[in-house]
T-cell receptor, first 111, second 117 residues
Framework: DAKTTQPTSMDCAEGRAANLPCNHS???????VYWYRQIHSQGPQYIIH???NNETNEMASLIITEDRKSSTLILPHATLRDTAVYYC????????????FGKGTTLSVSS | AAGVIQSPRHLIKEKRETATLKCYPI?????VYWYQQGPGQDPQFLIS???????DKGSIPDRFSAQQFSDYHSELNMSSLELGDSALYFC????????????????FGEGSRLTVL
């Protein structure tokens, strides 16, 4: 799978938007961009994924650049409960294919 | 709806002993993934099964083996345990879509914490 690069840590004020960037310059045409997060010692939680179009769900929005070499996860109104490690992962959409976690971004939301 | 069930939640073993972790996927999910997460580490992929066949293999030690049974539950068997095997072990499942694809949305269990003394 293509490698991703994320900042090690970010801070965000409660109620503000959190914008988490991810670089995936070697992404292949059939690879999707996935975002997961892990709150301390809990199982990772799926957030959102996309191929090339921007996506939005009840948790977040995903903005993928036109060349697909980078993306941004947006949490529109961060809360204290959004404090977690956020992982950006690229993966082909095939059953059983591993989801490989790299070094994510530790997002700290403070009041 | 019930999520992914892992058992036991906590396990303490001595070095060189064996341990078995069990994972019960969400109903109708056909794919199971195993991950190991050491203290302060990111989750490391071990192995996955799709329709009871091994699908992908990661950094699973030769001392470990796993399988998926006819009811889709999975077991991770670990032998000759070492201190470094102390970790959280997560199981995840995903549901099928057509043509061997899936959404990539993995549902993770709460993990089994293994401590090797």
């Amino acid at each position: 799978d293509a490698k991703t690069t994320q900042p090690t840590s970010m801070d965000c004020a409660e109620g503000r938007a959190a914008n988490l960037p991810c670089n995936h310059s070697t992404i292949s045409g059939n690879e999707y961009v996935y975002w997961y997060r892990q709150i301390h010692s809990q199982g990772p939680q799926y957030i959102i994924h996309g191929l090339k179009n921007n996506e939005t769900n009840e948790m977040a929005s995903l903005i993928i650049t036109e060349d697909r070499k980078s993306s941004t996860l947006i949490l529109p109104h961060a809360t204290l409960r959004d404090t977690a490690v956020y992982y950006c992962i690229v993966r082909v959409n095939q059953a059983g294919t591993a989801l490989i976690f790299g070094k994510g971004t530790t997002l700290s939301v403070s009041s | 709806a019930a999520g992914v069930i892992q058992s036991p939640r906590h396990l303490i073993k001595e070095k060189r002993e064996t341990a078995t972790l069990k994972c019960y996927p969400i109903s109708r999910h056909d794919t199971v993934y195993w991950y190991q997460q050491g203290p302060g580490q990111d989750p490391q992929f071990l192995i996955s099964f799709y329709e009871k066949m091994q699908s992908d293999k990661g950094s699973i030690p030769d001392r470990f083996s796993a399988q998926q049974f006819s009811d889709y539950h999975s077991e991770l068997n670990m032998s000759s345990l070492e201190l470094g095997d102390s970790a959280l072990y997560f199981c995840a499942s995903s549901r099928p879509t057509s043509g061997g694809l899936n959404t990539g949305e993995l549902f993770f269990g709460e993990g089994s914490r293994l401590t090797v003394l």
